[in-house]
C-alpha cells in the first residue's frame, strides 16, 4: 500500500481516531507494560499535546473547573437563598460569635438528642447539628459541640445515673411511645444541651411540652428557636452581670403564685426579686457616692394587677425611680369587675378601680380610660345553653369581653411573629401630651370589629346573644390597648414638690430625663396564669393556656418576655425569640387514599428520567459518529 503526500487510506484514518478516542485506555496500556523513562516521558507528552489539541476541549474544561473549585474552596461562601433565610445566623449571633472568636473563649455544647427516634426528632437534631457547625465555622471553631446518646452503653444502671444527673441540672425529658409486633415499649427522649461556658454549665432545653408525644407544630417551633436557645446560653456565660427584674408586691398585686409561669421563665435570663413600697427612699434607688444621682436598684420595674389607692410618697418614689433611669411595665385594671359575682348571678357590675395612678400616667402619656372594649374578634367561652332533659347543655360561646388580638405585618419588634394574645375585661388607652423628644406608639389594639361601654359597664353571661350587626362599625382600625412610651419624661412632682425635699441632697430630687421608657398595658390579667389545685398548694398553670383546647395557644408570655427585652435594650433578644421559620407539611387531604400514587411518583419519576437521558445520550452519540 503505497501512500502519498497527506492521503491516507480511509480505514486507516477511522482506525486513528478510533485510537484517539480511546486514548485512557491507550495511556493505561503504555505505563502499565514494561518500558524504559523515554517511553514513559513520550507517553505524558502525547498526553499534553492531545489536551492541547481541539479534540481535548473536554479535559480542558475540567482540569479549569477543578482549578477553579480548588481556589473557592479556600474562602467558603454560602448563599442562603431561602425565604426566611432559616440557613442564615441574625446580626445579634454574628456580633457574639466574632466577639468569642476575638476573646479566644472556649465553648462546649453537649446535646444529648441521639439515637433512633421518629422523623420529627431526627430534624430537630439535624437543625440543632446545622446551627453548631455553623457556630463553629464562624467562631474560627472556639464553639465545640458532641451529640451524645443517652441510652448507648446498654446499661441501665449507667443509664439511669445519667439520666438523673441530666433531670437535677434542670433538663426534661420527652416519653414517646412506639409498637413494634404488637408490643407498645417506651422511650425517653432528651430535646436538651448543655452548654459550657468559662467553665459554668448552662442547661438548654429545646421542646418543651406536657404532652407525650409532642405533634409537628411543636416540634417546629423548637426548630425555630433552637438559634435563640442555644445563643441564650451562651450569652449567659459572656455576661459579666445579669440584669436585675422587680416584681411590685403589695397594694394588691397578684401573688407570686399567679405570676409564676412568666417569672421563672424571665428568671433563666434575669433575676427576678420581689419588691415592696414600704415608704423608704431606698426602696427602688440607692445613692452611690460620687454620684449626684440615685441608681436604680433594678433595670425594670413590673407593677401588675394593683387594687388598692398608692400613696403621694409611693408615686414619687416611682416618679423618681423613671427620672433616674429605670423602665416601667405597667399591667393595671381601670374597671373593678367582681368574677364572683358573675359566675354566681350571672351578672356584675364593672366600677372604676381607684389606684390613684390615673394622673401620673396621664402626665407621662398615657390616659387610661375608665371603659371596658367588647370585640367581635374574642376568645369562646362554655356556657349552659339550658335544660337539656336530666344533663346540662354546655356549649361554646364567643366571649366578647375577652379580646384575642394578633399583630400586623408591620408590628414592633415587641409583636412581630407571634402568636394572637388574649385579654380580660381590658380598657382603652389614649397616648397623649406629647413633648417635644418623647415618642409614643400603639402595641396592641383591638379589631375593628369592636365598641367601647363607658363606665359603669353591665356584664352579664347574656353578652353572648348580640348580634354580629352589634360590631359594624366605621372605624378602619381597633381602640388601643398597650402603649410604648419612650423618649423624654418630665416629673410629675416638678411643680409639686416642697422646696425642702426638692433641695435635699440625699433624696437628690431629679426633675427630667431623656431616656426614659414605659410600657402600659389597660389589663391586669394579660400577666396572669392560672392555677390548679394539687397535694400541699396550687401549682401554675401555662401562661396562654386555654382550658378549652387543654394546650397554650396564646402568645402572652412571649410577649412580656418580649416586653421586657426591651425595656432592658436588648433587641437582639427579641429578634431572636420573634423569628419564624415556616414549617410546609404535606397535604394530608390531598395525598390521603393516593399513597400509592405519590410514592410511585416519587420513586419511579427520576428512575425513568434517568434512562431517558442515558438513551438520549446514546442515540445522540451514535447519530455523530454514524455521519462521522
Known sequence: MVCHGNAFPLHWYRHHRRVRCGLVCSVYHDCTSPGTTEHSTRTRMSLLN??????????????????????????????????????SLSEA?????????????????????KGEFPARYQRLAGEIRSKLRTFARKSDHNVR???????ASG????IGETESALYEQGLRFTRIATRENGITAFQNVWPCAIVTVKGVDYPVQFLRSENMDPDEVMVQNAINQVEFNLG??????LRDRRPVVGILQGHGCWLPAETADFTNTLSETADVVDVELDGSVDALCESIEGRVWRQPKYEVLVVAGPDSTFSDKDKLLLDQYLMNGGNLLWLIDPLATDLDSLRNAQQTLAITR???????????????????????????????????????NMQMFSWYFAP??????????????????????VSSIDPVNEIEGKKSQVLLESSAQSVLYNAPVRVASGVVNLPPEHFETNRSQGHPLAVLLEGRFESFYAARLNAQLRDDPDFAFRESTESGCMIVVADADFIRNDTRAVEGGIAPLPLGWDRASQRVIYDNKEWLLNAIS???????????????????????????????????????????????????????????????
Open 232 to 237: 441564650q446560653a451562651i450569652r449567659l456565660g
Open 145 to 151: 459541640w458532641q451529640f451524645i446518646d443517652v441510652t
Open 50 to 87: 492531545y489536551i492541547q489539541r481541539p479534540e481535548g476541549k473536554g479535559w480542558r474544561i475540567a482540569l479549569l473547573t477543578t482549578a477553579v473549585l480548588g481556589i473557592l474552596a479556600q474562602w467558603p461562601l454560602r448563599i442562603d437563598v431561602t425565604e426566611d433565610r432559616r440557613h
Open 566 to 628: 426591651y425595656l432592658l435594650d436588648d433587641v437582639a433578644q427579641i429578634s431572636l425569640r420573634s423569628r419564624s421559620i415556616a414549617f410546609r407539611p404535606l397535604n394530608d387531604t390531598r395525598i390521603r387514599g393516593k399513597q400509592s400514587k405519590w410514592t410511585l411518583s416519587a420513586v419511579g419519576i427520576p428512575v425513568v428520567l434517568v434512562l431517558s437521558m442515558g438513551l438520549l445520550l446514546a442515540a445522540l452519540r451514535k447519530r455523530r459518529w454514524t455521519q462521522n
Open 404 to 425: 384575642v388580638v394578633l399583630a400586623g405585618p408591620e408590628a414592633h419588634p415587641i409583636c412581630a411573629n407571634l402568636d394572637p394574645v388574649h385579654f380580660d375585661f
Open 155 to 158: 446499661d441501665d444502671k449507667t
Open 93 to 113: 449571633t454574628e456580633s457574639m460569635l466574632d466577639a468569642i472568636e476575638q476573646a479566644e473563649d472556649e465553648v462546649l455544647v453537649r446535646c444529648y438528642l
Open 354 to 392: 381607684e389606684t390613684g395612678l390615673f394622673d401620673l400616667l396621664f402626665h407621662h402619656g398615657a390616659r387610661l380610660n375608665r371603659n371596658l372594649v367588647l370585640d367581635a374578634q374574642c376568645a369562646p367561652i362554655v356556657l349552659n345553653a339550658g335544660p337539656m332533659g336530666n344533663q346540662r
